[in-house]
Every structure is written in structure tokens, then in C-alpha cells.
């Protein structure tokens, strides 16, 4: 079975990470020696179980209507217009003309996130118009 290196997404810290891999399915996960930041250690947190596919997995978008008991598959067009359109809203009934912001719209970030990922979700927040930002690190 192929050994494929990387790194561990559970958290920020960048630690290295060998991913063994039977038909496209991580099935071990240990850490990389050679990684500078790790050095062959990983936490509990990098376990298999943390890495493994779910074959129940969500993998298109779904939307249930209001009142609806079941979710229905709609296209990945669909779905990003009806996010745009949502974002819009909460963006523009927040707004705060003075200030230039929106009250209505925070972002909450993630310890599972690397610092660039983190850094592009503040640049996010941003572009939205909020200052509302914050980190699961911190709380």
C-alpha cells in the first residue's frame, strides 16, 4: 500500500503526516520524521479515525425548502446563488452607513484551519464589510 506524505488538518499547527492509502481510502496515518515541524510526532487528535473517509459523506449540495421534511440535490450553480443571495441580504439589513460595516454578518473561524487559511477567511470577513471576527483558539 502507497504511503502518501502531507499534513495533518485537525488543527493549525502544520504537523507532517504519512497517509497509508488502500483504494483510495486512508487506512493509517503516523507521523513524517522528516517533517521539520512535527518530527515524527503526532497528538491523539491526528488519529486514522480523524482522517478516514465517511461513505456517508455529503459530496453535492442540498437544500430543504422551509417546512420541508427531506433535503432535495440542486446544482452547485444554484446553491452559490442562492449563498450570494443570502450573504447579500444579511450584509445589507446589518449595515451601519456611518461606520461603513455590517452588524449583520460574523465570522467565526476554526482551530481545524492553517494560519493561511485563517488569514484569508479575516480577509473574507472583510470583504463582506464586517469586523466581526473571530477564532475558536481564542475561546
Known sequence: MPTIPGICRFCSGGCGALFTVNKNEIVAVRGDPAHPVSQGALCPKAGPDCHRGQPGRVTRPLWRPAGAG???EITWRQAIARLAARLKEARDAGWVHDDARTDGIAVFGSAAITNEESYLLAKFSRLLGSPYI???ARV
Open 134 to 136: 473571530e477564532h475558536q
Open 70 to 72: 427531506e433535503w432535495r
